[in-house]
C-alpha cells in the first residue's frame, strides 16, 4: 500500500512540474507543429477508409492537416497502412512486412471501396496543401531507410515524423531534425506537449443524418475530375454546404451507442478481432467431432474425439499394444502419449505433473515403453491419431523434428497433434505457417491444438497470493494463443468454464478430457464440443450408443 501511496505521489509530482514550470510553454523550434490540427488517419468516415486518398482529401477539404501510418512491405514498398497484420482491415490474413505490395494495393479496405495507397501517392495530394504528420510503424530495417530517404528526398511539402520505437526515434532525429526546427517525435514521451487531433469518435458519424450516400458520390465524382488548379476552389463549393452536420459527441453518447449496440458477446468478438486475432481452420463437422457420436439413453449425444491413452477396455494398459489393437478394431480414433527418450519417440504418460497439476489418474494402470512408430504401423490409417507431445523443454525440439519425420513416414495416416506447451504450437506454426511452406508441408488436413488445464492442484498444494489465485486464467489467456491453435483441449472442471464459453464465442473448437463414465459428460455438455474419454466397453459406466460416422 505505501509504494502504490509513493507512486501516485510521484505521477502528480510530474504532474504539477509539466503543467506549471518546465511545460507550460510552447518551445520555439517546435511551434509549427503545435498550430497544426491533424485528422488522424485521415477523415475516415462511414464509407471512407482510413489511411486512403479519399481520407486525406476529406481532410484538406476542411482544411485540416493529417497523419497517417507508414509500413514496408515484402518487396521493399512504402503502404500507409496502421495495422501490422491485414485481417481486419482487408479480410485475409497475413503480416504486411511478409506481403507483397500489389495484394494490398489490390485490396479494397472493409466496408469501402478504398484501396490501401503507397506513401508517394499520399505525397502527390499533400505536398504544399498541408501539414503531414507521419507516424513509421514497425522497425526501421536498412531496406526500410533506403526506401524512406529516396522517398522523402523529393518531398517539398511541410512534414514531421512521430515512432513508438526508440532505435526508430534516435535514426530519424539523425537525418531529419534540424537546427531551425525539431521534425522528429517519440509517441511515448510522457513530457511532451500532445499533438491536436481529431480523431474518428470525435465525429458523429450517423450516415442518414449527417453524412448521406448520395452525398459521397457525387463528391467522388467532382473529386476525380478536377484539375489541381481548381482542387480548393470545389472542394470548398461542395463542403461548406454539409460541414454544419458534423458535431462533436459526449462520453455518455458513446457510451449509449456502445450499450445499445452490443452484448457481452458480440464485445468480445470485436475486440478478438481488433487484436487480429485468427480464425480456426476447423469447425465441429471435422473428423476430430465426428468420429464417433455417443448417445445416451435420454436422446443426449456427445462427440467422442479420441480414446485417452487409447483406454477403450480399462483391462488393457494404458498406451498398450493391447489398447490400440482395440481401439482399431472398434473404429475409435487414438490419444497418445509422446515423449523423446533414447534418441527416438516413445509412447508413455509420466503421472507426476498430473499430480502436482490436479489432474486425475486414468483407469488404467501403466505399461512399459512403446515406441511411437510401432503405433502408426498397427494404425495403417484406419483410424486417426492424436498425439499429445509431452515436451517440458523451452528451446530444444528434438521430439517435435522427428515426429515430423514419422509424419511424413506415413501419410496415410489423420493426425492432430496437440501439447500443454505453447512454444510446441508456435514452433510449428513458425514452421509451417498456415500449415504449408514451400520447403516442407504437413498433411493438408493435419491439425494443431493446445491443452490448457485448470491448474486446481496447483493453486490448493503451493499456497500462493491472493493475488495469484487466478493463475490459471493469466496463463490461458495469455499463453495458449501464441501457437494459433484450431483446436483447444482442457480437463474437465468447473473452472475452466469461463475459458471453454470464451473459446466457443470467438469460434474455436473446445475438447474435454478425460470422462471416465457419462455422468461426468452430461455435466459440461453444454461447454464441450467433444470429448476424449476412457473405458468405452463398460456398460454400467456409458449405457448408451457409440455410432461410427468418419474415419
Not at 28 to 41: D, P, W
Not at 100 to 111: D, F, I, M, T
Not at 491 to 499: A, F, G, K, P, W
Request: hydrophobic letters at 35%; aromatic letters at 16%.
Amino acid at each position: 500500500m505505501t509504494n502504490i501511496i509513493y507512486l501516485l505521489l510521484i505521477l502528480l509530482f510530474v504532474f504539477f512540474i509539466k503543467k506549471t514550470l518546465l511545460f507550460s510553454y510552447v518551445p520555439k523550434k517546435s511551434k509549427g507543429i503545435y498550430s497544426c490540427k491533424f485528422a488522424h488517419r485521415g477523415l475516415h468516415l462511414a464509407t471512407i477508409g482510413e489511411n486512403t486518398k479519399r481520407a486525406i482529401i476529406y481532410a484538406l477539404s476542411f482544411h485540416y492537416d493529417v497523419e497517417v501510418d507508414i509500413r514496408l512491405t515484402k518487396d521493399g514498398k512504402l503502404v500507409v497502412f496502421h495495422d501490422r497484420y491485414s485481417k481486419v482491415k482487408l479480410g485475409f490474413p497475413g503480416r504486411i512486412s511478409k506481403t507483397n505490395s500489389n495484394k494490398l494495393l489490390n485490396a479494397n479496405l472493409r466496408g469501402t471501396k478504398d484501396h490501401v495507397p503507397l506513401l508517394s501517392e499520399i505525397f502527390e495530394i499533400t505536398e504544399k496543401k498541408c501539414t503531414i504528420l507521419i507516424e513509421v510503424k514497425g522497425l526501421l530495417t536498412k531496406r526500410y531507410k533506403k526506401e524512406l530517404l529516396k522517398i522523402m528526398e523529393n518531398y517539398t511539402g511541410c512534414y514531421y515524423f512521430h515512432t513508438k520505437n526508440l532505435y526508430n526515434y534516435f535514426w530519424l532525429k539523425y537525418y531529419y531534425n534540424t537546427k531551425d526546427e525539431k521534425k522528429v517525435y517519440w509517441v511515448l514521451n510522457i513530457f511532451r506537449k500532445r499533438f491536436d487531433f481529431l480523431k474518428k469518435h470525435d465525429l458523429k458519424v450517423i450516415e442518414k443524418t449527417i453524412f448521406e450516400k448520395k452525398y459521397i458520390d457525387e463528391f467522388d465524382k467532382l473529386v476525380y475530375n478536377i484539375s489541381d488548379n481548381d482542387f480548393d476552389n470545389a472542394l470548398k463549393l461542395f463542403f461548406y454546404k454539409f460541414r454544419e452536420n458534423f458535431g462533436i459527441p459526449s462520453v455518455d453518447d458513446f457510451l449509449y451507442e456502445l450499450e445499445n449496440m452490443a452484448g457481452a458477446k458480440d464485445i468480445i468478438k470485436l475486440a478478438y478481432k481488433v487484436i487480429n486475432r485468427y480464425g480456426s481452420r476447423i469447425d465441429t463437422n471435422h473428423w476430430l467431432f465426428n468420429n464417433t457420436v455417443y448417445t445416451s439413453k435420454d436422446g443426449k449425444k456427445y462427440n467422442i474425439s479420441a480414446t485417452h491413452r487409447c483406454i477403450y477396455d480399462n483391462k488393457y494398459p494404458e498406451n498398450s499394444k493391447e489398447g490400440i489393437i482395440e481401439c482399431v478394431k472398434n473404429g475409435f480414433a487414438l490419444e497418445v502419449d509422446i515423449i523423446y527418450h533414447k534418441h527416438d519417440l516413445y509412447v508413455y504418460h509420466d503421472d507426476r505433473i498430473s499430480l502436482i497439476l490436479g489432474q486425475e489418474k486414468s483407469s488404467a494402470r501403466k505399461t512399459t515403453l512403446m515406441r511411437f512408430e510401432e503405433v502408426l504401423e498397427l494404425v495403417d490409417g484406419k483410424v486417426p491419431i492424436i498425439c499429445d507431445i509431452k515436451d517440458y523443454n523451452l528451446f530444444s525440439r528434438k521430439l517435435e523434428k522427428i515426429l515430423i519425420f514419422y509424419i511424413k513416414k506415413y501419410p496415410n495416416i489423420k493426425y492432430a497433434v496437440q501439447s500443454f506447451n505453447p512454444l510446441v504450437m508456435m514452433f510449428f506454426y513458425r514452421r509451417f505457417p498456415r500449415r504449408k511452406n514451400k520447403k516442407e508441408t504437413l498433411p493438408a488436413d493435419m491439425v494443431f491444438g493446445q491443452v490448457g488445464h485448470s491448474l486446481k492442484g496447483l493453486k490448493e498444494k503451493i499456497k500462493l497470493p491472493v493475488v495469484f489465485k487466478q493463475i490459471s486464467i493469466i496463463v490461458n489467456f495469455c499463453l495458449f494463443y501464441w501457437g494459433k491453435p484450431d483446436y483447444v483441449v482442457y480437463d474437465l472442471n468447473e473452472s475452466v468454464t469461463s475459458l471453454t464459453n470464451f473459446n466457443n464465442i470467438i469460434g474455436i473448437p473446445v475438447i474435454g478430457y478425460a470422462p471416465k463414465t457419462e455422468e461426468e459428460c452430461r455435466k459440461y455438455y453444454y461447454s464441450f464440443d467433444g470429448f476424449i474419454g476412457e473405458n468405452y466397453i463398460d456398460k454400467q459406466s456409458w449405457n448408451g450408443t457409440f455410432i461410427k460416422k468418419t474415419v
